[in-house]
């Protein structure tokens, strides 16, 4: 078997359970980022909704394409993390098993 292999093998499945709730903190923030920066661009999140001004609704306007991008590319990061979060979960149960 590889060294790396076996090293990981050797940590104690609270390691990995640790990791688990860093990487799943780490997703779901980045993914609200995202989904924020998506929608209303860079401003707050309460800010995207249509308001009444004298009798009239008013849009706000729409997100600036660049902060779409930047909305992309903040989900893109989450899967990074994600990813982590499901290898960390795979192998805090093979640990448990063991």
Not at 3 to 26: C, D, F, G, M
Request: hydrophobic share 50%.
């Amino acid at each position: 078997m590889h060294p790396y292999i076996a090293a990981l093998a050797e940590k104690a499945p609270s390691v990995y359970l640790q990791n688990v709730a860093i990487t799943l903190a780490a997703t779901l923030l980045f993914f609200w980022v995202g989904r924020t920066k998506l929608r209303a661009g860079s401003r707050s999140a309460d800010r995207y909704e249509t308001v009444r001004v004298a009798n009239t609704l008013v849009a706000p306007p729409a997100p600036r394409r660049s902060q779409r991008v930047q909305g992309r590319i903040w989900i893109g990061v989450s899967c990074v993390f994600a990813f982590g979060f499901l290898f960390n979960l795979a192998m805090g149960i093979k640990a448990l098993s063991n």
